[in-house]
């Protein structure tokens, strides 16, 4: 029974820990957003600022805080300038109503001013700063005359210097004020600026410069308080910063507080390099920065009361929530917070490019829908247009004849039938009609002959329309065909967008301490692809003096621990000590192809009408292609090079080579009506298993030499622009390692004279040929075939040899484990 209960009992306990920890989180989510709309967006946040900077002081006497924070806001934030107004003149009335009648008047001549100059001042932003020296300098020139009836040259040279202060601070708080907001931004900061927001904050605890609790000074607390947070969230550089800047600020406000900036600094330093510490180790690092400084102090007193004031601050910062260090860590450039920022931010834009990028492959595939829906042509087409037909012709014969009504009337279906076949007759037989077509119509028709050439007449428009209908329906094919190939282009780009790299995270830590424990020094590893035969790593490392250290050691590395051969595609070496290397590391494909040319123009010529191409394209493929024009020179040499050039573009995109093939043939086919085409050898080879498809339109058989025989490979298409409609015949075969393929257009092919069979011919010569250079092979077939001819060049020749051979690296694996063992 309890047993039972038991079973009810505990899920009803977790539910309810579940819902208090919802209710906490909703809860604490609520007030986040109340304090952050009272701080930020009611402006409480700006007031408190401007009530400590009206009670800040330069030297006891001098106010350059006040009117720069309330000029920077005013430019950017008017409507919040109410309320610094307010806490400014309430802070300087903190100290006394002199400073609060000051604050008040400066403000009031400020606005003055602005108010004269902008109407003036093309650039307000430039000129602020300008209009707050000429204020400082005014104001305070006139305050000591109310205030002494006279004014002197030190009275001068002070508000000079006043004024020079709040110049620069008027520069630093309109780059620090945006930054109050930090919630709303998403971008890093600048060294600039995180040294702007420092000086603004420093001068805002010296406001607290005469407050003390207990014996403790509360600009101490805050100040060290201030390093604590830097220190930890972006490290020693930061953090020192922090330190010394605050420190000077203290050291301006009061004399007193000069020694203070030795602490602060030191204390940055140290609680940077203690950060793997965590807080604790941050906060040691202050306390023994007190104790270090306060050894130079004037007493023991003085001493307890400074470790005091670090206990302090370092209480304040244990109770700093988690939430608020890391927001401060995000957006400073280097941290583990900012890198982890910017991944979210870099696959966020990833995610939207992806989609936008599948949205347009969506709107193409719906294109190409659209453009290759045609209406079919059914027998009543057929009929409606030969109605047409007949109309036309019997409207300048038949209409003014006076056996009209007998032909097509009482004998309709005889004179329709007639004139069709006559139609039909004179479009199979170019024009010619046979005689008993002709005595059979002429006893039935009386105007025969007016007849016959009235449809002849009519036939060459009815065969020019047809043929305009013919290259529309095949231009929208062609649009078809281009819009679907680009839509899966588009589809598997934003498939590759969307792979995620952030879970290589862990591979990339543990690739890191495996490369380091065996001395090498790496900068940054990223991941973008592990799958087997894809592996696509980038790795970035110091200064190496040009060693070879990518090629010699890491990729051997990577070998051994992904288990499969890891080559360097790309390198990056440094010129100077202080820069980076940087390699991209991919997978080796398991065979290379090398290749041989060799080609002639008819009669020696030096304009070919054969072109050959030898491209690497995506996916680890290799492509060869032979292209012949018909006939020889400029013309044919133009047809075959622009051939090959829009078949390199479009495979190298992504498109399949059957679509590809496919389109320029409709291209071709639609751009002249002149008689002319050009044939296409295509080979595209796999690297990684050596699969070969052979493409043939209207070219020559291709020939595989492997060991002691020749295998060989033909297919039937007719030339590309013959035919507006034809099905790709695609041969598929396996090529082996050490396999010699060799491509040749027709005039090495048909070129041997007095030869009754050139395969045989040709498989035994490529077997004689003792050669398995690919360049060797094609100058030798060449010869050969050059020698047949009497040495004479009849025709333009193309030969093209590869060879498949296995990928073997300079470099041996390097096997880890047994570099451990002996390690």
């Known amino acids: 029974?309890?047993?039972?209960?038991?079973?009810?009992?505990?899920?009803?306990?977790?539910?309810?820990?579940?819902?208090?920890?919802?209710?906490?989180?909703?809860?604490?989510?609520?007030?986040?957003?109340?304090?952050?709309?009272?701080?930020?967006?009611?402006?409480?946040?700006?007031?408190?600022?401007?009530?400590?900077?009206?009670?800040?002081?330069?030297?006891?006497?001098?106010?350059?805080?006040?009117?720069?924070?309330?000029?920077?806001?005013?430019?950017?934030?008017?409507?919040?300038?109410?309320?610094?107004?307010?806490?400014?003149?309430?802070?300087?009335?903190?100290?006394?109503?002199?400073?609060?009648?000051?604050?008040?008047?400066?403000?009031?001549?400020?606005?003055?001013?602005?108010?004269?100059?902008?109407?003036?001042?093309?650039?307000?932003?430039?000129?602020?700063?300008?209009?707050?020296?000429?204020?400082?300098?005014?104001?305070?020139?006139?305050?000591?005359?109310?205030?002494?009836?006279?004014?002197?040259?030190?009275?001068?040279?002070?508000?000079?210097?006043?004024?020079?202060?709040?110049?620069?601070?008027?520069?630093?708080f309109l780059q620090s004020i945006p930054l109050l907001t930090m919630s709303l931004r998403k971008q890093s900061l600048k060294t600039e600026e995180i040294v702007s927001l420092i000086i603004l904050l420093a001068s805002m605890m010296t406001g607290?410069?005469?407050?003390?609790?207990?014996?403790?000074?509360?600009?101490?607390?805050?100040?060290?308080?201030?390093?604590?947070?830097?220190?930890?969230?972006?490290?020693?550089?930061?953090?020192?910063?922090?330190?010394?800047?605050?420190?000077?600020?203290?050291?301006?406000?009061?004399?007193?507080?000069?020694?203070?900036?030795?602490?602060?600094?030191?204390?940055?330093?140290?609680?940077?390099?203690?950060?793997?510490?965590?807080?604790?180790?941050?906060?040691?690092?202050?306390?023994?920065?007190?104790?270090?400084?306060?050894?130079?102090?004037?007493?023991?007193?003085?001493?307890?009361?400074?470790?005091?004031?670090?206990?302090?601050?370092?209480?304040?910062?244990?109770?700093?929530?988690?939430?608020?260090?890391?927001?401060?860590?995000?957006?400073?450039?280097?941290?583990?917070?900012?890198?982890?920022?910017?991944?979210?931010?870099?696959?966020?834009?990833?995610?939207?490019?992806?989609?936008?990028?599948?949205?347009?492959?969506?709107?193409?595939?719906?294109?190409?829908?659209?453009?290759?829906?045609?209406?079919?042509?059914?027998?009543?087409?057929?009929?409606?247009?030969?109605?047409?037909?007949?109309?036309?012709?019997?409207?300048?014969?038949?209409?003014?004849?006076?056996?009209?009504?007998?032909?097509?009337?009482?004998?309709?279906?005889?004179?329709?039938?007639?004139?069709?076949?006559?139609m039909t007759e004179l479009s199979d037989n170019d024009g010619v009609l046979s005689s008993k077509t002709k005595k059979d119509w002429s006893q039935h028709c009386i105007r025969s002959d007016k007849v016959v050439d009235s449809i002849q007449k009519q036939l060459h428009l009815y065969q020019a329309n047809q043929k305009l209908k013919k290259q529309v329906q095949e231009s929208r094919r062609l649009v078809a065909d281009q819009l679907l190939g680009v839509s899966e282009v588009m589809s598997n780009f934003a498939k590759e967008i969307q792979k995620e790299r952030a879970n290589h995270e862990k591979q990339e830590e543990q690739l890191i301490d495996t490369l380091q424990s065996f001395g090498l020094e790496i900068d940054h590893i990223e991941i973008y692809n592990l799958e087997q035969g894809n592996v696509d790593i980038d790795i970035t490392i110091p200064y190496c003096g040009g060693m070879g250290q990518c090629e010699k050691l890491i990729a051997p590395l990577l070998s051994d621990i992904l288990g499969e051969t890891i080559t360097v595609y790309k390198e990056e070496c440094a010129a100077f000590p202080h820069e980076s290397c940087y390699a991209n590391f991919r997978s080796a494909k398991k065979f290379v192809v090398d290749t041989g040319v060799a080609h002639a123009a008819k009669d020696g010529g030096f304009l070919s009408g054969d072109s050959y191409t030898m491209i690497e394209i995506g996916a680890g493929k290799y492509a060869l292609a032979i292209s012949d024009g018909m006939g020889n020179g400029e013309r044919a040499h133009n047809e075959s090079y622009e051939t090959l050039l829009l078949l390199k573009k479009i495979l190298q995109s992504g498109i399949d080579e059957e679509v590809a093939i496919k389109s320029i043939n409709s291209i071709l086919t639609l751009r002249t009506t002149d008689e002319i085409y050009a044939t296409l050898d295509l080979a595209i080879i796999d690297l990684q298993d050596a699969k070969s498809k052979f493409i043939k339109v209207g070219s020559t058989p291709s020939f595989i030499k492997r060991s002691d025989k020749v295998i060989k490979i033909q297919a039937n298409n007719l030339p590309i622009g013959i035919l507006q409609e034809f099905e790709v015949d695609v041969v598929s075969e396996q090529l082996k390692a050490e396999d010699i393929l060799i491509m040749m257009s027709d005039g090495i092919f048909e070129g041997p004279k007095h030869i009754e069979n050139i395969d045989l011919w040709l498989k035994r010569k490529i077997l004689e040929i003792e050669t398995n250079d690919p360049q060797e092979i094609a100058d030798l077939l060449m010869e050969e075939v050059i020698r047949t001819r009497g040495g004479y060049i009849e025709d333009d020749m193309t030969v093209v040899v590869a060879k498949i051979k296995h990928n073997n690296p300079k470099w041996k694996t390097i096997p880890v484990e047994s570099i451990r063992k002996y390690a």
């Not at 009836?149 to 040279?157: A, D, F, G, V």
């Not at 900012?338 to 995610?351: L, V």
Request: with cysteine; charged share 15%.
């Open 1 to 172: 029974m309890e047993k039972v209960l038991g079973n009810y009992v505990e899920p009803i306990q977790e539910r309810k820990i579940i819902d208090y920890r919802l209710t906490m989180h909703n809860f604490l989510e609520a007030t986040k957003k109340r304090l952050e709309i009272l701080f930020i967006k009611r402006g409480l946040l700006l007031f408190i600022f401007g009530f400590m900077l009206g009670r800040a002081f330069i030297l006891s006497t001098l106010s350059p805080f006040s009117l720069p924070f309330f000029a920077a806001a005013y430019f950017m934030k008017k409507n919040k300038t109410p309320a610094i107004f307010i806490g400014l003149v309430s802070g300087a009335l903190t100290v006394s109503i002199p400073n609060a009648i000051y604050s008040f008047g400066i403000i009031s001549l400020f606005l003055i001013i602005y108010r004269i100059g902008s109407n003036l001042a093309k650039n307000e932003m430039r000129a602020l700063p300008y209009y707050v020296l000429g204020s400082i300098f005014i104001g305070r020139l006139l305050w000591h005359f109310i205030e002494t009836s006279n004014i002197t040259l030190y009275h001068i040279l002070m508000s000079g210097i006043e004024a020079s202060l709040a110049f620069v601070l008027t520069i630093i």
């Open 208 to 422: 607290t410069i005469q407050w003390e609790v207990e014996g403790l000074t509360v600009s101490h607390v805050l100040s060290r308080y201030l390093v604590l947070i830097f220190a930890f969230t972006a490290g020693a550089t930061v953090g020192s910063t922090v330190g010394v800047v605050t420190g000077l600020i203290f050291g301006l406000a009061n004399i007193e507080s000069f020694p203070e900036m030795s602490l602060l600094a030191f204390s940055g330093l140290l609680g940077g390099l203690l950060k793997e510490g965590k807080k604790i180790g941050v906060s040691f690092g202050l306390l023994i920065a007190t104790l270090l400084i306060g050894m130079y102090g004037e007493g023991a007193s003085i001493l307890t009361m400074s470790l005091y004031e670090s206990l302090v601050a370092s209480l304040l910062f244990f109770l700093t929530p988690k939430s608020l260090t890391n927001k401060v860590a995000k957006h400073i450039p280097g941290t583990a917070e900012y890198s982890a920022e910017q991944q979210q931010y870099m696959r966020k834009i990833r995610d939207v490019t992806a989609r936008r990028v599948d949205q347009f492959s969506s709107i193409f595939q719906t294109l190409s829908k659209s453009f290759s829906k045609q209406a079919p042509l059914d027998d009543y087409d057929d009929a409606r247009e030969m109605d047409y037909f007949l109309s036309n012709v019997t409207e300048k014969t038949c209409q003014m004849c006076f056996k009209k009504e007998n032909c097509w009337v009482r004998q309709f279906n005889k004179t329709y039938d007639s004139m069709t076949s006559i």
